[in-house]
């Protein structure tokens, strides 16, 4: 019985030791391989016609206003005004009553200052890999700005570059604090699933008729 669960703790224990090299190795690659792609300062960013907001709640679970969510609107408006895109495609979750993530990032990209013309909805970001694909399926996109803090950013552009598409990053302000750590701590099992997404060729939940930006 005893050599029973000590095997079992062993098997266990490799299982958990597996799993963590995996996720040490799996970021590592991907802050390596799009290195490159992101930045933090316009001026060297490349210009792009399209800037790929990728939606989160307006709302923390506090009540109070979600910084990512704040902070990415700010550096879309930031990219926009500054004439680094010409347009910006908002992609998020409209899956739930009453949530609309699309519908809130627009609102508030008007109110501060960019025209309601120049931004596109996509109302099927479910998550980051849909809003990738659906950039370029749906919406005809082989060159984009994805806007982002950079830990997401990360991710973003490595599925990008894995599905053909010419990516560039611009890293929104990070959050700081305990909330950012358990956001990090989620990213690296997201990074694995990302993997096996990738792996198995995962499609968007939905696609659809293309979509034309700005012409």
Do not use: C
């Amino acid at each position: 019985m005893f050599k029973l669960i000590r095997v079992i703790i062993t098997l266990i224990v490799g299982i958990l030791l597996l799993i963590l090299v995996v996720l040490v190795a799996l970021d590592i690659a991907v802050k390596k391989q799009t290195k490159s792609q992101l930045y933090s300062d316009t001026n060297s960013l490349p210009n792009n016609k399209v800037g790929l907001l990728l939606g989160t709640a307006k709302y923390s679970r506090e009540g109070g206003i979600n910084l990512y969510y704040k902070y990415r609107i700010q550096a879309a408006v930031k990219l926009y005004k500054q004439g680094k895109i010409e347009y910006i495609l908002a992609s998020g979750d409209n899956s739930k009553y009453n949530y609309n993530e699309p519908i809130e990032m627009q609102n508030d990209l008007v109110k501060a200052g960019v025209p309601r013309e120049k931004i596109h909805l996509d109302y099927a970001g479910f998550r980051t890999l849909d809003s990738v694909v659906r950039s370029q399926r749906v919406f005809g996109q082989n060159s984009i700005t994805i806007i982002s803090q950079p830990f997401h950013n990360q991710r973003a552009v490595f599925i990008a570059k894995y599905k053909g598409i010419e990516a560039v990053g611009y890293n929104a302000q990070a959050v700081s604090g305990t909330y950012s750590w358990r956001t990090k701590i989620r990213e690296k099992f997201a990074r694995m699933k990302m993997l096996g997404d990738l792996i198995f060729n995962k499609q968007p939940k939905f696609l659809g008729e293309s979509i034309s930006i700005g012409s």
